[in-house]
């Protein structure tokens, strides 16, 4: 399995980015796909997940209401559009796909699968 993000940039406080994980190897077979960021200093904390088919989403409340995350199973790429940017919001963002128990979902070390990150920086 091997994920592809893409889509980072400089964007200024208040604008919108959408980055995009291109799947390949995979059927989308893993339960989950999801969206993590790493800051520097910081540990790698959970942003969105979405199950395989879609049905089901999930954020953690730092971005719930701005960001949103949606999938395209007939291109095997899943999507995190982020608006209402803040500087908050600077740091690598990882796609990761696994098949965790529904309560392990927002933990990094229970995705088996990791793409290689794209940075995102907002200015004030």
């Known amino acids: 399995v091997q994920l592809q993000a893409s889509g980072g940039g400089l964007v200024q406080a208040g604008g919108s980015l959408r980055l995009s994980c291109a799947a390949s190897?995979?059927?989308?077979?893993?339960?989950?796909m999801g969206w993590f960021r790493q800051a520097p200093g910081k540990e790698r904390e959970f942003v969105a997940a979405?199950?395989?088919?879609?049905?089901?989403?999930y954020y953690a409340d730092s971005v719930k209401g701005r960001f949103t995350i949606s999938i395209n199973s007939a291109k095997s790429t899943v999507y995190l559009q982020m608006n209402s940017l803040d500087p908050e919001d600077t740091a690598f963002y990882y796609c990761?796909?696994?098949?965790?128990?529904?309560?392990?979902?927002?933990?990094?070390?229970?995705?088996?699968?990791w793409g290689q990150g794209t940075q995102v920086t907002v200015s004030s």
């Open positions: 979405i199950t395989r088919f879609g049905l089901n989403t």
């Open positions: 990761a796909t696994g098949s965790p128990i529904a309560s392990y979902k927002y933990i990094p070390s229970a995705y088996n699968y």
């Open positions: 190897g995979t059927s989308f077979s893993n339960r989950y």
